[in-house]
């Protein structure tokens, strides 16, 4: 199992209403237990990499939801690559050393009931008019 560098947070915490592996040691499965995972890589030095997985990971949301599959993007998937079981996956499945695993996107169906929405949070965004 891999352990989260607490020190990239940006708060203590990442989320009161919807717990993470990394807010909840009980959690052991970052994925949700998930039965689909897809791994998101873009090429390392590519300065736009970051942005186009993520618009990559929101497209893959956005269409798993018009076909009634629920899923979710993980984040931090650099970091998962970077342990020797890691590095060994990316030998084993011929990934280019010039690419670089950017995030996750997990599908399937969630049991019971979804979480609450999370409440939006004082000046996070500025209108102007």
């Not at 018009?66 to 890691?86: K, N, Q």
């Not at 996107?105 to 996070?124: A, I, Q, S, T, W």
């Amino acid at each position: 199992m891999m352990s989260f560098d607490r020190d990239k947070l940006l708060g203590s915490h990442v989320s009161d209403e919807q717990p993470s592996v990394i807010d909840d040691p009980k959690i052991k499965n970052g994925f949700y237990d998930a039965p689909t995972v897809c791994i998101i890589f873009a090429q390392e030095d590519f300065l736009f990499s970051v942005a186009d997985a993520f618009c990559i990971a929101e497209n893959m949301v956005l269409e798993a939801f018009s076909l009634g599959i629920d899923s979710c993007i993980v984040s931090r998937a650099e970091e998962t690559f970077t342990t020797d079981y890691g590095k060994q996956l990316l030998q084993d499945w011929k990934v280019p050393e010039t690419m670089i695993a950017r995030c996750f996107v997990v599908l399937g169906y969630h049991e019971g009931l979804y979480p609450k929405e999370k409440p939006r949070k004082e000046n996070r965004s500025l209108t102007v008019e």
